[in-house]
């Protein structure tokens, strides 16, 4: 590995970097270069480690499922991030940004898929502790906004 690329995960995400990491998940599963980018951003990151770095591969995992054709791996993508995703957040089930993550997949997912039975609690659960995630107060808007759906 890389030295510098080893420093950069020692260190951690910046907020620069979660930044491009949240630009990137909200486009994901439309993009399939923005989808490869957090893929990409999100690789070597374990849950001991970073848990919500973990969460967004998971995430990233997932909605890389929009962008293959064979229904087999669609699946295996889709599963493999969910188990990701579900993992951080039983490590860490007040984390508001990992429950922002599964609200967004939950939300888009088709119901066909069954992974849709957190959403009002996820919902509830941001909306009642937003200005407790740390988030400036234009992401907490805009998370609001999206939640709300103005």
């Known amino acids: 590995m890389n030295l510098l ?3 950069i995960l020692l260190a951690g995400p910046s907020s620069a970097q979660m930044s491009d990491v949240r630009d990137l998940f909200a486009r994901a599963s439309e993009d399939v270069e923005a989808n490869e980018q957090l893929l990409e951003m999100t ?22 499922a929009n962008h293959i054709i064979w229904p087999v791996s669609k699946y295996n993508w889709f599963y493999d991030g969910k188990d990701k995703l579900q993992q951080a957040i039983v490590l860490e089930p007040k984390n508001v940004e990992l429950r922002w993550i599964r609200y967004c997949i939950q939300r888009n997912c088709p119901t066909f898929l069954g992974y849709n039975e957190d959403l009002k609690k996820d919902k509830a659960y941001i909306l009642d502790n937003l200005e407790k995630s740390g988030w400036s107060k234009a992401y907490q808007k805009e998370v609001k906004d999206f939640i709300l759906g103005n």
């Open 5 to 7: 690329v080893a420093l």
């Open 43 to 64: 690789s070597g990151y374990t849950l001991e480690y970073n848990p919500v770095m973990y969460a967004y591969r998971g995430a990233a995992e997932m909605t890389y």
